[in-house]
């Protein structure tokens, strides 16, 4: 079984504050991926790589960075948070391959004050 | 573009029935995947079936079966004898072959509530 691991799993921040958001998955997928959830919009996807150094913008970059260090680690960054970005963050990993299942973390609740 | 539609916000059946929930999609790519996920009470997100675009047939697992209208660029989820555990959100998704890199978009989402 895949397993994604997001920390920290609740985060509450200020307005104009910074914000790093964790993942690791431990499967040696190339794919990983960040989106949002929020009520009415589904899952938007934010940014996502295809493998360490790498990344792509997705449909909802703006105020968001990323960064993928290794194969494992892919980061979203926040570094002037707003209340608009309060939402569920949920991370996932897949395999090489347009007909790969997606694998996803337990997600991040994220709360900017 | 890549787009994902689900217009069903929550649909609500009786325990053992079976119940569609609908999907349409756009992409410029001729081949493509199309997925099922559901998300539990507990906010996990599942696999649950997938679609290959180039496949005429549709595809089945275990109650699960799919509803794949090419020409409609539409993919239903069918749940048959539906049980109080199926309560959960389900979101359509889509991947191109050969396009956009290995993006993967979701459509909104649609709250099932099965009752006794």
């Known amino acids: 079984e895949a397993a994604v691991t997001q920390s920290p799993r609740n985060k509450v921040t200020v307005t104009g504050g910074n914000v790093t958001l964790s993942c690791r998955q431990t499967?040696?997928?190339?794919?990983m991926y960040w989106y949002r959830q929020d009520t009415g919009h589904g899952l938007r996807l934010i940014h996502y790589?295809?493998?360490?150094?790498?990344?792509q913008i997705g449909d909802v970059p703006d105020g968001y960075k990323a960064t993928r260090t290794t194969q494992e680690d892919f980061f979203l960054l926040l570094e002037l948070a707003s209340p608009s970005q309060t939402s569920l963050y949920f991370c996932?990993?897949?395999?090489?391959?347009?007909?790969?299942?997606?694998?996803f973390g337990k997600g991040t609740r994220l709360t900017v004050v | 573009a890549q787009k994902v539609t689900q217009t069903q916000t929550s649909i609500s059946v009786v325990e053992k029935t079976t119940v569609t929930m609908d999907c349409v999609y756009e992409?410029?790519?001729?081949?493509?995947?199309l997925f099922w996920y559901k998300q539990t009470a507990s906010g996990e997100i599942v696999f649950l079936i997938r679609?290959?675009?180039?496949?005429?047939e549709n595809a089945t697992v275990g109650h699960y079966s799919l509803n794949f209208q090419k020409p409609k660029s539409s993919i239903g989820l069918i749940i048959t004898a539906t049980q109080i555990e199926d309560s959960a959100v389900y979101f359509c998704?889509?991947?191109?072959?050969?396009?956009?890199?290995?993006?993967?978009?979701f459509g909104q989402g649609t709250k099932l509530s099965i009752k006794p």
């Open positions: 499967n040696s997928h190339n794919y």
């Open positions: 998704a889509m991947r191109d072959m050969n396009y956009n890199q290995g993006k993967l978009i």
């Open positions: 679609q290959d675009s180039y496949k005429k």
């Open positions: 790589s295809y493998g360490a150094g790498n990344l």
């Open positions: 996932a990993s897949s395999e090489t391959g347009a007909n790969t299942e997606v694998f």
């Open positions: 992409t410029r790519d001729s081949s493509y995947f």
